[in-house]
């Protein structure tokens, strides 16, 4: 019985193994026109597929003006629309990963891009390539599980994740603010803007576009509330999560944050210790 399985098995594996290599024998060939030949249009690509199949098609032609592949089946022309892809094995790549538009499709792969979600979070946030959305992620994720289980606004989380992230130390705030500065300074411009963006430094406006706002200290905000019309809050491209370090903010974060886990901070001395 066992033997009798086994020889199944391996029927099944050669079978496999035929299907893929007939797959990958389907020649492309490109042509310009047609002349005088019936022409009948298919509109989906796995009926297409299916005439292939059933008329053991191992050459399609491609017709570059008009995007569609087409198979000579006794002097009858069937044809398909790639809708922009270049290949049908293209068109089922991108279908499967959930890509609306060849010009998407082509334009994800080329920045190493796999699925459509990934994508479109990515050009959410500014991003270009999936390297750089992978590196915000991995910081994003931390900072959330320290806003979470530390009850903290993302700009404290965020304080508090590059403080997490330095090596053991012992400075002065000005010290500390500075060499905060140079952590975030030292990131790709597009993942600084995505944290701005997270942060809350960065908003959308009603029109769709972006506009710029401070994270605001509270004696500040008491100014807006007297004085809203006589203020101009346009921001220019200098402001980013680099004021959530300055010593002024950093002060008010060891105020208002539990960071005895983590660190200490001397407010007479003005002396920061980071415990490990």
């Not at 890509?99 to 792969?109: I, Q, T």
């Not at 500075?178 to 803007?193: I, P, V």
């Not at 509330?225 to 950093?250: A, G, R």
Request: one cysteine or more; aromatic letters at 14%; glycine letters at 4%.
């Amino acid at each position: 019985m066992k033997k009798i399985w086994k020889n199944l098995s391996l029927i099944f594996a050669a079978i496999l193994i035929s299907s893929v290599a007939e797959a990958a024998e389907i020649k492309y060939i490109e042509i310009t026109s047609i002349q005088n030949a019936p022409l009948i249009k298919v509109s989906s690509v796995s009926d297409f597929e299916s005439l292939m199949t059933k008329y053991n098609s191992d050459t399609v032609y491609f017709f570059k003006s008009t995007n569609e592949v087409l198979i000579n089946v006794s002097g009858m022309f069937y044809s398909c629309s790639l809708k922009g892809y270049t290949s049908i094995d293209d068109y089922k790549k991108a279908e499967t990963a959930g890509f609306k538009s060849s010009r998407d499709f082509y334009d994800a792969v080329g920045k190493g891009f796999t699925v459509s979600k990934d994508y479109e979070d990515a050009k959410s946030l500014g991003l270009k390539t999936y390297d750089q959305l992978k590196k915000y992620r991995d910081m994003i994720s931390p900072i959330e599980k320290i806003s979470h289980e530390k009850s903290l606004d993302k700009k404290n989380a965020v304080i508090y994740y590059f403080i997490q992230n330095i090596p053991k130390t012992e400075s002065s705030l000005k010290i500390l603010s500075q060499t905060l500065k140079n952590e975030y300074a030292a990131m790709e411009a597009e993942l600084k803007s995505a944290i701005n963006k997270y942060a809350g430094v960065v908003e959308s406006n009603v029109n769709g576009g972006m506009k710029k706002s401070y994270s605001l200290d509270s004696d500040f905000e008491q100014i807006i509330d007297i004085f809203p019309k006589y203020i101009d809050f346009s921001i220019s491209d200098q402001t980013n999560v680099t004021e959530f370090f300055s010593e002024k903010s950093l002060r008010n974060f060891f105020k208002s944050v539990d960071t005895s886990k983590l660190c200490s901070y001397d407010s007479v001395n003005d002396v920061f210790k980071k415990s490990f």
